[in-house]
């Protein structure tokens, strides 16, 4: 962390490019929804689709980012390969976002829009 002027802590310009990569890569309906999906347990590449609602070569394209990415991980069971979320902070922020927006939602009140951003 960086102290700016006023004392504030700035987290470093590679923090920030980290982060702003992995909202970026969440900013995806259809990636978040994979990234929830394996928040909840492991799946593979079918299991995956036939949850989200995605095409398998889609999906796969997706988890081929979200790996690279690295925020999902992969290992071999047989012919399978089975997708897993190895970031527990990665899950944390998911679930969050998630729960916030779904309680919102719940009760009726809209979410706050982002302008001139």
């Known amino acids: 962390m960086q102290t700016a002027g006023r004392g504030f802590d700035d987290p470093s310009a590679d923090v920030l490019a980290g982060a702003a990569a992995a909202f970026g890569l969440l900013a995806s309906p259809a990636r978040l929804h994979i990234v929830w999906a394996l928040a909840q347990g492991?799946?593979?590449?079918?299991?995956?689709?036939?949850?989200?609602?995605?095409a398998l070569p889609a999906v796969s394209q997706h988890l081929t980012k979200l790996k690279l990415a690295g925020l999902v991980r992969s290992r071999r069971e047989g012919r399978r390969q089975v997708y897993f979320v190895d970031d527990p902070d990665v899950v944390d922020v998911v679930r969050l976002a998630v729960a916030r927006l779904t309680d919102r939602a719940d009760r009726d009140v809209p979410a706050p829009r982002l302008r001139g951003i």
């Open 42 to 54: 492991e799946s593979d590449v079918t299991g995956l689709a036939e949850r989200v609602g995605g």
